[in-house]
């Protein structure tokens, strides 16, 4: 064992523990320390027996343990804790010494410490890293961002210990400057939260409009992982629907319906308000949990209020097969919305973004990986300046050829009462974007109406700003005209 470690962890929770092993197993030694020590005992005795990890039980000892320049990786939670950690190992630290914090940070806390370490010549990376529990221990998706000068030195380790893709690219590249790292795990998180809703109001249809057991809906799951719909979403929830429990019944019939969440998606609906972007799919997968957090008053409104009586008589396995195309198009906008989403804030932020190598980023080891994402990355290939992955040749055929059988869908969760929020909205966008003519021009005509608010025409250069005296009492003066 060499004397001093190749790079450090704080934070030996589950992430930690399992990505300190996929490290030493590919050549790296690693010096940890956790803030309660009895884990660092516990784990280098345990789970870490024989390899080659340092235990260590304070700051001064850690950093000690480690070669020039130190790389130093918080595992530890967002916020006011990443802060913390790094004002204790600061002082210890020499100029070139390096600070990655792959928790799942705020992509604008990640801005604010690549400049303030840098004032003290320290360098430091905000890193998104997904793939859950196995993905940490077997080759996870890496996102990293911040001051560029300290990628040379993370590079081997994080491309070693990244997920590969078939040809045996790393799932690990370099994002962009300060906060883009955390940023596009951000999204990536968004993403989840609406390919996660669309698979469950998938599951509800079958279940409430189609009458479907578990074990049916498995082998339906099942059928889809091998086509178009081939991902990691699509493959786990193709498990739970056979998993028994220990009476031999279906354990997700057991499982209450109310679902958590930890902050990533709201803070992807937030930032897409704050830049104008419609993230109409991602902040209805948000509302959707928290409408599910509401159990009590949902049973209790589930006495007074009624809906349809649920029937179905039309030919099952056609209407599977339109369930199959409605939830690639809907999966599809969902992404779409997300990278339009980086698109805008690669603008606002100044990063430089490469959309095709982000979805090489998410192919593997992430819980979005899917054959999905190979076109994704050929699209952007194809045409870096591309808006909108809906106007990628094949996405947009593709489309088009799901479009009747997505409104199909729709129609009857729509008229049997079934609950598909994110089925309704990523439909509505696709009507949205499409459309050249919206009836915003009657929602200028009120806020003008009641606040002066102005207008533009279209018998008039854009730009141009008029006002109207609609009740002949307001006079001629207008508000300024000016956008959010």
């Not at 918080?74 to 630290?93: C, N």
Request: hydrophobic share 45%; net charge negative; aromatic share 10%.
């Amino acid at each position: 064992m060499t004397d001093r470690a190749d790079i450090g962890l704080v934070g030996l929770a589950v992430m930690g523990e399992n990505l300190v092993l996929n490290m030493e197993s590919r050549g790296f030694t690693v010096a940890v320390f956790n803030r309660t020590v009895e884990r660092v005992d516990h784990f280098v005795s345990g789970r870490g027996a024989g390899k080659r990890i340092i235990g260590t039980r304070s700051i001064p000892e850690f950093v000690a343990a480690l070669k020039s320049p130190r790389k130093i990786m918080l595992m530890v939670k967002a916020g006011k804790p990443v802060d913390d950690f790094i004002a204790q190992l600061s002082p210890h630290l020499a100029p070139g010494d390096i600070i990655i914090d792959g928790g799942n940070s705020h992509f604008p806390d990640s801005i604010r410490r690549t400049k303030e370490l840098s004032a003290r010549g320290l360098l430091f990376i905000g890193t998104g890293v997904s793939g859950g529990e196995e993905g940490a221990l077997t080759g996870p998706s890496i996102m990293p961002g911040g001051a560029e000068e300290a990628w040379p030195a993370v590079k081997p380790v994080f491309q070693a210990v990244a997920a590969r893709v078939e040809d045996g690219t790393p799932c690990c590249d370099w994002v962009g400057s300060d906060g883009a790292g955390h940023f596009v795990k951000m999204v990536h998180n968004g993403i989840e939260y609406g390919d996660m809703q669309l698979i469950s109001e998938a599951y509800e249809i079958m279940r409430r409009l189609l009458g479907m057991k578990p074990a049916e809906m498995h082998e339906v799951f099942k059928r889809w992982n091998e086509g178009d719909l081939d991902s990691y979403l699509i493959e786990i929830t193709r498990d739970i629907l056979a998993y028994t429990d220990t009476d031999g019944e279906p354990l997700i019939d057991k499982i209450l319906d109310t679902a958590g969440q930890k902050g990533t998606g709201k803070w992807t609906s937030v930032t897409a308000l704050d830049l104008g972007i419609p993230l109409t799919l991602i902040s209805e997968a948000v509302f959707a949990r928290c409408l599910s957090a509401i159990k009590d008053e949902r049973v209790a409104a589930s006495r007074v209020l009624s809906g349809p009586t649920v029937v179905f008589d039309g030919d099952r396995e056609a209407f599977l097969a339109d369930l199959e195309k409605a939830l690639y198009a809907s999966k599809l906008v969902s992404y779409a919305q997300g990278f339009a989403l980086m698109r805008a804030a690669a603008g606002e932020f100044g990063w430089k973004l490469d959309y095709g190598s982000i979805a090489l980023l998410w192919r593997g080891g992430c819980i979005i990986r899917s054959a999905f994402l190979g076109k994704i990355k050929a699209a952007f290939d194809t045409d870096p300046a591309l808006p909108n992955l809906l106007l990628d040749p094949y996405f947009a055929a593709k489309v088009q050829a799901s479009q009747a059988a997505w409104r199909r869908v729709l129609a009857a969760a729509v008229m049997n009462g079934v609950f598909a929020p994110a089925f309704a909205t990523a439909l509505h966008y696709f009507d949205g974007y499409r459309s050249s003519r919206l009836p915003a021009n009657l929602l200028q005509a009120q806020r003008d109406y009641f606040g002066a608010h102005q207008y533009e025409r279209l018998d008039r250069p854009r730009g141009e700003f008029f006002h109207t005296n609609w009740t002949g009492r307001g006079g001629e003066t207008a508000s300024t005209a000016y956008g959010v």
